[in-house]
């Protein structure tokens, strides 16, 4: 019997079989639990559709997370067909390629907004319609961020601006939803090659930095990310909320 098992939950941010959301679904499946997917667009729609039925979904929605109406149907279709919800997994992050080059100072009125709102704002968004379906079944929300919230990470700029507010989210979410016994938590992944990543200016030299510099000397995988989100999603978690924590090969705690 699967860690899992009974449990329904939902996936935002799968782009590809790259993306760290896919390896979180696999590893969710393979305990038991039944997902939904979301995608962006109907180029997406292509990549995400045949993945997701290779683990048996039904539901394969579309939602962009800037438009309020695309989340609403997308949850009125959970309630409409499971009737309640058990995990909800975002990940989900997206900035202006020239926002991620160069200066921070020059960042843009318009490119801070969708950061912010696609990047940290969508997590309340999708919070705010999970959590009343997930009354009484001790549920479990998280989203994926990264060091540069809190360091200086070159060129990852308005993005760190976005993750910073994303992890003061999952604290007041965490806060708010505690007595309702819904855990709300963050994984803060260390670099992995991915589409979201390659946008980054600079990013091969981050992997190769942390190879050389994580007391792991490695970097980590989409799946060391998969276990950790498993761990959240499961009882083996229970008491756990509003933390963020790592899985980057141990890389946050060096100084020099
Ligand atoms: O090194 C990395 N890859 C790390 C990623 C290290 C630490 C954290 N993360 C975070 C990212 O910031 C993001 O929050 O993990 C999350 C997932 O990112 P990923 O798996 O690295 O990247 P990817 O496979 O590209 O998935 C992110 C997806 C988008 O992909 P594209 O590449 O098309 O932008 O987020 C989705 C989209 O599928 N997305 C949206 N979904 C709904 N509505 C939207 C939107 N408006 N914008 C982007």
């Known amino acids: 019997m699967g860690l899992l098992e009974n449990k329904k939950g939902i996936i935002f941010g799968v782009a590809n079989e790259r993306s760290i959301a896919w390896a979180i679904a696999q590893t969710l499946h393979k305990e038991g639990a039944e997902l939904a997917f979301t995608y962006l667009g109907e180029a997406l729609k292509e990549r995400v559709t045949p993945l997701a039925q290779g683990i048996d979904s039904k539901l394969i929605l ?11 149907a997308v949850f009125n279709k959970l309630k409409d067909t499971w009737g309640g919800l058990d995990i909800l997994v975002h990940s989900v992050a997206f900035a202006n390629k020239d926002e991620l080059k160069g200066m921070y100072v020059n960042t843009s009125r318009e490119g801070f907004r969708l950061a912010m709102d696609i990047s940290a704002y969508s997590f309340v968004a ?18 994926l961020t990264y060091l540069g919230s809190e360091r200086i990470i070159p060129n990852y700029n308005v993005m760190g601006v ?12 965490a806060a708010d939803l505690g007595q309702k016994n819904i855990k709300v938590n963050a994984i803060s992944a260390g670099p992995i090659r991915t589409l979201a990543a390659m946008g980054i ?3 091969r030299d981050i992997l190769s930095i942390v190879e050389q510099k994580a007391p792991l000397r490695r970097n980590v995988t989409a799946a060391d990310v998969a276990k950790t989100a498993l761990y959240l999603c499961s009882d083996l978690s229970g008491g756990v909320t509003g933390e963020i924590i ?3 090969a141990g890389y946050n705690i060096v100084g020099i």
Do not use: H, Q
């Not at 579309?62 to 609403?72: F, L």
């Not at 999708?126 to 989203?143: C, D, H, Q, V």
């Not at 993750?163 to 989210?169: H, M, P, R, V």
């Open 126 to 143: 999708l919070t705010k319609r999970a959590y009343p379906l997930m009354e009484g079944r001790n549920g479990s929300i998280m989203t």
């Open 246 to 248: 790592y899985v980057d």
């Open 62 to 72: 579309p939602c962009d997370v800037a438009k309020d109406d695309e989340i609403d």
């Open 162 to 173: 976005a993750k910073a507010a994303l992890e003061a989210s999952v604290k007041y979410l």
């Open 201 to 203: 200016s600079g990013f």
